[in-house]
């Protein structure tokens, strides 16, 4: 089966000219946003892929992958991609990557241009223990400062002389979303679509779904995250070659031509979103309030900055939690336990660690071999 990087062999040849934009094309740029462009495009300057490139390598700036969010591929990726005669001379513009510590915010969007095209890309949560500060408050607020950001984003860069397009992944997929459904009717009427890969829905709002008929959202056949809250986009399910929650890396997900491989959702990712939303609704928002707060504090006592850490530090995080009053321990256990007892949420969790762990052991082999 074939990936991002098969695409490239196929169509990284041909411009955009000679064979338009496509849905691959588009979901691509969801992945290039999580790269860390500053230093690299100035306020106030469009530069191509190709430029980018090379002025990563002249300034020795690392590109880094997403610890335990995206695989290191993406990483090659923006190689490839830059290096192609269809998107060397994508233009990138605009670029917004902040991490606000006061109201727990992080946002990132950067927008893409083709001649024909223009394509706003929402980042998703990137590794920053912030990021998910702000992700997990979408069970509990109105509104998350990300998505306040993300209107004003698309009102600044959605112009009438091309054809517009908003996309994100996880996170980033939720504020393409958002922004759309908040906008004036008359940026509206310039966007031709919206893709969200596998991002979480809302919680706290109806959406028309008239109004929403321009958006897709794409996911696995497992999907977690794509599952979350209330959707009113057209899904597409897509085949994914990785296992459980490891289907949220769009790199495991299977091209043919310009398309995804679509699927049908499996009994599990049905069990998981009836288990989510039954339990979800069944928590006051107090109650999740409590969580997150109390969550949070234990990441801090940890000095947890990355989720990354998070993996690295484990023994520390289950030491302070132990080390926390008994209300404030009850309060996390019996949140994650309503998750954990579901067969169908474990069996993902666990499936995804088994997979990950069977990599890394490849890997040492390897390096082993190698030495």
């Not at 411009?15 to 290039?32: G, H, R, V």
């Not at 990726?77 to 006061?102: M, P, Q, W």
């Amino acid at each position: 089966m074939a990936n991002y990087f098969d695409y490239l062999s196929w169509r990284g040849d041909l411009s955009f000219d000679s064979d338009p934009i496509n849905e691959i094309d588009i979901t691509a740029f969801a992945l290039l946003v999580y790269l860390d462009y500053n230093d690299i495009v100035g306020e106030d300057e469009e530069i191509t892929l190709a430029q980018a490139a090379e002025r990563f390598i002249l300034l020795g700036k690392k590109i880094e992958p997403l610890g335990l969010i995206l695989s290191a591929d993406f990483v090659r990726l923006f190689n490839r991609f830059a290096h192609s005669t269809r998107f060397g001379k994508v233009k990138i513009k605009n670029y917004v990557a902040d991490i606000d510590y006061e109201e727990d915010g992080q946002f990132s969007a950067v927008v893409f241009e083709t001649e024909k095209s223009r394509i706003i890309s929402f980042s998703g949560t990137d590794d920053s223990i912030v990021g998910w500060k702000e992700s997990l408050s979408l069970m509990v607020e109105d509104v998350i400062p990300s998505q306040k950001r993300a209107i004003e984003y698309v009102k600044n860069n959605v112009k009438p002389d091309k054809v517009n397009y908003i996309t994100g992944h996880s996170k980033g997929g939720n504020l393409a979303m958002y922004s759309y459904m908040h906008s004036d009717k008359d940026i509206k009427a310039l966007i031709k679509h919206v893709y969200s890969l596998d991002g979480p829905g809302i919680m706290y709002e109806e959406w028309d779904k008239a109004e929403c008929k321009c958006i897709t959202e794409i996911m696995g056949q497992d999907a977690i995250v794509g599952r979350l809250f209330r959707h009113f986009g057209k899904t597409k399910v897509v085949n994914s070659i990785a296992k459980g929650v490891n289907q949220h890396d769009p790199f495991t997900w299977q091209i043919m031509g310009k398309h995804f491989v679509t699927a049908r959702q499996t009994e599990q990712s049905r069990e998981i979103q009836q288990a989510c939303d039954e339990i979800l609704t069944s928590l006051s928002k107090e109650q999740r309030r409590d969580f997150i707060r109390v969550f949070n504090e234990i990441l801090q006592m940890s000095n947890i900055k990355t989720l990354t850490d998070v993996e690295k530090q484990k023994g520390k995080v289950l030491r302070n939690y132990l080390s926390i009053k008994s209300p404030d321990r009850k309060i996390v256990y019996g949140f994650l336990k309503k998750f954990f007892t579901v067969k169908a949420i474990k069996n993902a969790f666990w499936s995804g660690v088994k997979e990950n762990q069977k990599k890394m052991s490849a890997n040492k082999n390897t390096e082993n071999k190698k030495r």
